[in-house]
């Protein structure tokens, strides 16, 4: 048998459910591969070898005496270190924050302990999930960008040191890493996932969302996430469909529309090339392909939310920055700066400009079940002084749309691409079913880094 490790967060859970695979041996393969590799990568802040052992011995021995948690029963997972985990620092990325240790979990965190999962550690994220790098690097290309600001959550998965993990978008920082990287990305709908304990960036805008190697682990680590919480206002009560079930279903009833702007500029030949595979692919599954017209308010949309973050990413900050703002890095503290400059007239119009745009896109996708584009424009970029552009997810962060990247070929150096689904609110069954039905129709989630 290949290593524990080397499993899907779905084929571990069914060995171990099966009686092949303990939590122990699983937790300890997790762990020797980041004793291998991390130096190079750099994926995480913190790790807990220690616990996670402890963890995983008790949850064999609950096993053993029939209490099951479920399918998340055992299974390691990294979380971005903007999650607050009791007694375990968390620290954002910066020197703000660091020495900070909560003294409970974020709803997200408290969720997945119960569901059976093991935290082996907190993962890099960009200073306060923003601009300013991690020193993660990217498995597939160490000279390479992870993307961010989720850029360990995502290079661990593709690295093999966890089978799952958490992340947080407010642009593009889920679905950006899982494309670079080469592994599954789900930002849910804005109000799906409780943001309760997670350090924001800007309250309008923030989602949690799961990264994994195949589209049926991140459809696990959602349900577990997702629901009600009285401690978050904007965490709905709508009912969460049964996803995993979902992913079985024929594609052939959908239709998915191709962006007929917006989308289209700044490609990457690889990226184009790619994407027009994908395109066949979606086909060849029975998937209905057509022309989608974006709304005439899409750009501006896109435009309000930019200006949206920054006066909320200004405000979270306000009290911190008058006291310490040299201990922020320079594209955050340039970020702070430009939205203390903005004025509350302008930030209410850009909500105004932000709902019409949001209403718009809505009608759109009552012609259409999903909106396919590339996750992004290019392949992971060279160097680590950024993460690349967001400009392809932001706008549905904006619109608090479920987008779902999935990885969409190679560019001939090796470096992963990833193809971008979008669905109506709330509607992540069919943005998953049509995900998993292109992967099944590919290979590229199979193949792991050289590493």
């Known amino acids: 048998m290949s290593e524990p490790h080397t499993l899907s967060l779905s084929e571990a859970s069914e060995r171990i459910h099966k009686g092949q695979l303990s939590v122990t041996e699983l937790v300890r393969s997790a762990l020797t591969r980041i004793e291998q590799v991390e130096p190079q990568v750099l994926a995480w802040a913190r790790t807990d070898p220690a616990g996670a052992v402890t963890q995983a011995e008790r949850l064999d021995r609950a096993l053993r005496e029939g209490r099951d948690l479920g399918p998340l029963h055992g299974i390691p997972i990294g979380v971005k270190d903007i999650y607050y985990t009791a007694g375990v620092e968390t620290a954002a990325g910066s020197k703000v924050m660091a020495g900070f240790v909560p003294d409970y979990d974020a709803t997200v965190v408290t969720r997945l302990h119960a569901a059976g999962a093991i935290v082996l550690g907190k993962t890099h994220t960009t200073e306060f999930a923003m601009l300013d790098p991690a020193p993660t690097r990217n498995p597939w290309g160490l000279g390479h960008t992870p993307g961010g600001s989720s850029s360990g959550s995502a290079a661990a998965v593709a690295a093999g040191m966890c089978l799952g993990s958490v992340g947080s978008q407010t642009a593009g920082s ?39 190697r195949t589209v049926r682990d991140v459809a696990l680590l959602l349900e577990a996430m997702a629901g009600p919480d009285p401690h978050d206002s904007t965490a709905v009560g709508r009912p969460l469909p049964p996803l995993v079930a979902a992913l079985t279903s024929s594609p052939r009833s959908l239709t998915a529309g191709v962006p007929d702007r917006y989308f289209t500029e700044g490609l990457d030949p690889a990226v184009a090339s790619a994407f027009q595979d994908g395109l066949k692919v979606l086909e060849g599954i029975g998937i209905r392909v057509r022309e989608a017209r974006l709304p005439e308010s899409f750009e501006a949309g896109v435009e309000a939310g930019r200006l949206i973050m920054h006066a909320e990413g200004a405000a979270v ?135």
């Open 317 to 451: 900050h306000l009290d911190w920055y008058r006291t310490r703002a040299r201990d922020y890095r320079p594209k955050v503290r340039a970020l702070i700066e430009a939205g203390l400059l903005i004025p509350a007239v302008s930030y209410l119009r850009a909500q105004q400009v932000r709902a019409g745009a949001i209403a718009a896109m809505r009608e759109l996708f009552t012609e259409i079940d999903v909106l396919v584009t590339p996750t992004t424009q290019v392949p992971a970029p060279a160097g680590l002084g950024s993460t690349g552009d967001p400009i392809f997810n932001a706008p549905f962060s904006t619109f608090g749309l479920p987008a779902l990247s999935v990885p969409m070929g190679f560019t001939p150096s090796g470096l992963p691409l990833g193809l971008q689904l979008v669905g109506r609110p709330f509607d992540e069954a069919t943005v998953l079913q049509a995900g998993a039905a292109y992967e099944a129709a590919t290979d590229w989630h199979r193949r792991r880094p050289p590493l």
């Open 174 to 212: 889920i679905l950006r890493p899982a494309a670079f990287c080469g592994v599954v990305g789900l930002k849910p709908t804005y109000g799906r996932v409780s943001r309760y304990g997670i350090v924001p960036v800007a309250w309008s805008l923030d989602h949690a969302g799961p990264l994994a």
